[in-house]
């Protein structure tokens, strides 16, 4: 029960902070539409699609990108996490936090959930906006894809968890925009089929094959039309597990006490 009620607890919190910030769920909205209704219809003509599974059709550029979005959402939020926790050690709160007598793991662990829970909702309201300009999944893709996204987005918040044990000052959190979030984000499948990367490079094909948010769209891609990608789904799991025993092991007691 204690451990329950610190989950409930953290998770709250992190609700509560998300319904204070209503420009952060603006921006998590207006950033994909902008790639769906802007970019997308200007590489519409450059980037023709073949058929490609999941997809047993041809399809728009629209269609295509639009899992690649809802992980963008997934991604920046992840890292947006990270930043809330730098903002918590330098006003004192994550130090209160760490202190509480439960195990540490759950504390990030509650955390983790939370940020993601947030993440997932923005997602759908993502994809409600995308539907009202007629870019629509299956019907019954908008459940199928709910474990998808709570798994990559814990992937992506353990990723920024991990970071943000490192960055001791928020203005050094530019520095994780350049050099992380735009990187994955565009070295992925997000925005373009592999193949067409293979076209132009075989090395940024095969960087953006070992790119683990690649497999994490690619698994919210399967997902949203009812297929299973279990390469895409185990990559995923993994780099969750890893990403959250970096996480851990950056918040462990000794490396607290030095920061």
Known sequence: ???????????????????????????????????????????????????????????TYQTYIVPGLCGMILLFNGMQSSLSLIID?????????????LPRWWLLLSKLIGATMISVLQVYAFLAVAAGFGIKLPAFGYVAIAPALMITGLMLG????????FIKQLENFSGVMNFVIFPMFFLSSALYPLWKMAESSVLLHNICAANPFTHGVELIRFAAYLKWNFPALGWTVFSTAIFTALALWGYNSARSSKS
Do not use: N
Not at 158 to 165: K, T
């Open 89 to 101: 050690r330098e006003l004192g709160s994550m130090k209160l936090l760490l202190t509480c007598p």
């Open 158 to 165: 353990a990723l920024g968890l991990f970071l943000s044990s």
């Open 1 to 59: 029960m204690i451990y329950w009620t610190a989950l409930q607890a953290i998770v709250w919190r992190e609700a509560l902070r998300f319904i204070h910030q209503r420009e952060r769920f603006v921006a998590a909205l207006v950033r994909p539409l902008i790639w769906l209704l802007v970019f997308a219809a200007g590489f519409r003509a450059a980037l023709g699609l073949s058929i490609i599974p999941p997809y047993q059709t041809y399809i």
